[in-house]
């Protein structure tokens, strides 16, 4: 049986450890706070992020990064994008070369513009890298929910090495060789989510939220399209499919951030009132750079960084996003001249 590293003991790190234990899997879960680890070992619970679901005695908590990874057969990052460099360099010493390295945050770096696995690449060049990306909330993945995710490598035998070791019955992994459409898709729907809730938080309806999600989607594939991912990855789990769960569910960090935006919270009290990661808010400020680099469209990303970087009222910008230029709905995607 593989052994497994969980790095990083949020929610995500954590549902994805019982699941692996679950298994059979010999599976280290690495937090860095005394307190947390205290809990997890003492308790068995991780309260601040999965309350009081249940971790398995089998699953071997430590604070040491050596003895985390260095026998593990396969590395899952499970931090915030912020921090995947960090980790990737504090582990560089120890993990074994042939280690699959597992991505599954959903971010882009800041400062550098790059996706998570170019920034992995950069520290870990000689590991093979998945991405794992989809619509799975941690808290119903933690409550044995069935759920689906995509599992995507440039060598696709990794990507389904990886789809066996996670798969079970109540979560169906995917495979896809289009590392940078899953990777986009993951990091921008969250944009997106910020940005539905933003109209939550303001009073607006259904029809407001749909026009974001949809109109959403097709700015997601317009810049992903020019940075070369596939139309056909940001329809599938982890393009429309993220993008449907993190905008409707109660449990998106990234909607509950943007309700307060749009009740009148400053960017700062939000993220004191939410205390978890908000990938969405830093990922608005490297696609914002990304579609001006490519001379790409995107309005209501545009409209959100405005609302978090330079202090428009959001009502002003839902005027701006409705007030645009006339335009045919499906020219923009498929670059299809509608006069032709
Ligand atoms: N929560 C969810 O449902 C899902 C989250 N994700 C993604 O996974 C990533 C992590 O998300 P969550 O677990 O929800 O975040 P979280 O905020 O619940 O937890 C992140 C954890 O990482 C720890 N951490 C930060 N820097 C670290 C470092 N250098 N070394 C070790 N630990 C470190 C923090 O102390 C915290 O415990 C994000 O990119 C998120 O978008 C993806 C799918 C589902
Ligand atoms: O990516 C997620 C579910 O697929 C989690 O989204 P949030 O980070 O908004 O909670």
């Not at 059979?24 to 991780?46: C, F, H, P, W």
């Not at 799975?136 to 440039?154: C, D, G, I, L, Y």
């Not at 499919?241 to 449990?251: F, K, R």
């Not at 970087?309 to 498929?334: A, C, P, Q, W």
Request: hydrophobic residues 40%; aromatic residues 6%.
């Amino acid at each position: 049986m593989e052994k497994i590293s969980i790095i990083g003991a949020g929610s995500w790190g954590t549902a994805l450890a019982i699941l692996l234990s679950d298994k059979g899997y010999e599976v280290s879960l690495y937090a860095r706070r005394k307190e947390q680890i205290d809990e997890m070992k003492n308790n068995r619970t991780n309260k601040n992020y999965l309350g009081d679901i249940k971790i398995p005695n089998d699953i071997i908590i430590t604070d040491e990064i050596k003895e985390a990874v260095e026998s593990a057969d396969v590395a899952v990052m499970a931090v915030s994008s912020q921090q995947v460099r960090n980790v990737a360099e504090s582990i560089k010493n120890y993990v074994k070369k042939e280690a699959v390295i597992v991505n599954v945050a959903k971010g882009l770096e800041k400062g550098t513009n790059l996706r998570i696995s170019q920034v992995v690449n950069s520290v870990l060049s000689d590991n093979p890298f998945v991405v794992l990306s989809g619509p799975s909330h941690a808290e119903e993945v933690a409550m044995k929910m069935p759920t689906t995710v995509v599992a995507a490598s440039n060598d696709i035998s990794k990507a389904e090495y990886i789809q066996d070791i996670f798969s079970n019955e109540y979560f169906r992994v995917y495979t896809n060789p289009d590392v940078l459409g899953v990777e986009l898709g993951g990091a921008l729907k969250n944009i997106i989510a910020f940005g539905v809730g933003i109209i939550d938080g303001l009073g607006y309806g259904d029809n407001t939220k749909a026009a974001i999600m949809t109109r959403g989607i097709t700015e997601i594939t317009r810049l992903g399209a020019s940075l070369g991912g596939q139309i056909s990855t940001f329809a599938g789990l982890s393009g429309i499919g993220d993008l449907i769960v993190t905008c409707t569910s109660s449990h998106s960090r990234n909607r509950r951030a943007g309700i307060l935006i749009g009740k009148g919270y400053s960017l700062e009290e939000t993220l004191k009132e939410i205390h978890m990661v908000v990938e969405g808010i830093t990922a608005t400020e490297v696609a914002y750079n990304l579609a001006k680099e490519k001379n790409v469209d995107m309005p209501i990303t545009k409209e959100i960084y405005r609302v978090l970087y330079e202090n428009k009222d959001v009502k002003e910008s839902v005027k701006s996003l409705m007030g645009r230029t006339k335009k045919h709905e499906t020219e923009d995607i498929f670059n299809i001249d509608i006069k032709q």
